[in-house]
Each structure stands twice: as structure tokens, then as C-alpha cells.
């Protein structure tokens, strides 16, 4: 599950980045109003499942990337956290379009138990999502992957990286967009996570005289299809 997390205290940012990883979620952390609001829109083929924003953010406040992000019909559900306690701040957080409020200091179990409270209130539609190309089907919902009969065993990091090849199937995707949506860091043309995560998925999903799906894209990146 692909969080978004807008907080411009690094100290909270590092608790909850580092508590959601050992959770199995995928975190993008911005600590300023205007990136939320760039990174929730950016891309709609692999939309965030979630948002945790802090409401008192630089260069713009989090209930009005709130409302921006409602009136452009963009219905990720939206955790807020704020110091701001009373009834009428809690009133003006979820009147922005908020699906829920977290006030600060909370215990980590406590936003947990309210990010499976949310993803459970997340439309069916949008649980329900197959792919598929050629025989190899992903299951969003279940995080499965086979091609044909056979299983394929992913780990998390593997299985977010295919469902996002997946999801821009058929379109070449640059490491430096996988970096940023699966690793959350810029590629400085030093690492080779991606290359090495590509070959994992490589030897997984291509077996002996099945066509291979993965296609590497000179001076692009790569892209997942029937055809080169």
C-alpha cells in the first residue's frame, strides 16, 4: 500500500516513515503543502491508497490541499494530524474534506488502527483492480502475481514494482520515476536498485520458453509488455 505522507517535522516524518515501512507500506514523505498537493496529482495510473497530512505545513496549509485535492474529484482517503485540538479546528479539518483526525502526540498503534479503519472504507471499485498481460495476472487487492498456473512468490518491494510496470503497461517508465514512486529517493545515476529489482522480477515471472514481459528501454528505463 503506497502511502503519502505530508509533515514538515522530520523528527515525526522519520517515527512514522520508518514504523509504516516495518508495516510493509511504501512511503513518500514531503514536508511542505505544495509538494503534497504535486505528488497526490502527479500520477494517476498508480494513485497514493492513502494520505497522512499535517495541517500547519509550510508554503501551504494542509486544509487547503485538502479542498483542492476534493474539487479536483480526487477521493483518497486523507488522514489529518495536527496539535490543534479543539472541536472547531477538528470541525474546519474534516468540512475540508478529511476522512479522518489524528491529534498530536499519538501513539503508533493508534494511526495504524486508523489507516486500516480508512482502507477499509475505500471504495469497492477500487479494491477489486485486475491486470493483466498475457497470462501474468496481479491481484491488487490479494498483492498475487501468477502466469497461467503457476504462483509467483514476490516480496513486497518486488510486487510494488511490478504492479507499477503493469500500470503503465505498454509505456516506457524511467528509474528515476521507480526510484521516487517505490524507493522514495531521486536517482543520482549511481544506484543500481532498480537494474537489481528488475532482474528479480526477470527470473520470477519469465521462465524457460515463455516470452519475456519485462523490456528494457535504451536510455529510458523499461517497460512491461507482450512485444518489445
Not at 486544509?63 to 496539535?83: K, N
Not at 528479480?200 to 518489445?228: A, Q
Amino acid at each position: 500500500m503506497r502511502v503519502l505522507l505530508a509533515e514538515d517535522d522530520h523528527r515525526i516524518a522519520g517515527f512514522i516513515t520508518k514504523g509504516l515501512h516495518e508495516e510493509g507500506y511504501l512511503v513518500q514523505h514531503v514536508s511542505d503543502g505544495e509538494q503534497a498537493l504535486e505528488y497526490a496529482i502527479a500520477d494517476p495510473d498508480m494513485p497514493f491508497d492513502l494520505i497522512i497530512m499535517d495541517i500547519l505545513m509550510p508554503k501551504r496549509d494542509g486544509l487547503s490541499v485538502c479542498r483542492e485535492l476534493r474539487t479536483r474529484g480526487i477521493h483518497i482517503p486523507i488522514l489529518m494530524l495536527t496539535a490543534l485540538d479543539t472541536l472547531d479546528d477538528r470541525v474546519r479539518g474534516l468540512d475540508s474534506g478529511a476522512d479522518d483526525y489524528l491529534i498530536k502526540p499519538f501513539a503508533f498503534p493508534e494511526l495504524m488502527a486508523r489507516l486500516r479503519a480508512l482502507s477499509r472504507r475505500m471504495p469497492i471499485a477500487a479494491k477489486t483492480n485486475m491486470m493483466q498481460i498475457g497470462e501474468l495476472i496481479l491481484d491488487t487487492v490479494a498483492h498475487t502475481a501468477k502466469r497461467g498456473n503457476r504462483r509467483i512468490e514476490l516480496s513486497s518491494r518486488e510486487y510494488h514494482l511490478l504492479e507499477y510496470l503493469m500500470r503503465h503497461s505498454g509505456r516506457p517508465v524511467s528509474r528515476t520515476s521507480i526510484l521516487q514512486a517505490i524507493w522514495s529517493f531521486d536517482y543520482d545515476g549511481a544506484s543500481n536498485v532498480v537494474d537489481v529489482y528488475v532482474g528479480y522480477i526477470r527470473r520470477k515471472i519469465d521462465h524457460e520458453g515463455e516470452p519475456p514481459l519485462v523490456h528494457t528501454v535504451r536510455g529510458v528505463g523499461y517497460k512491461i509488455s507482450e512485444s518489445p
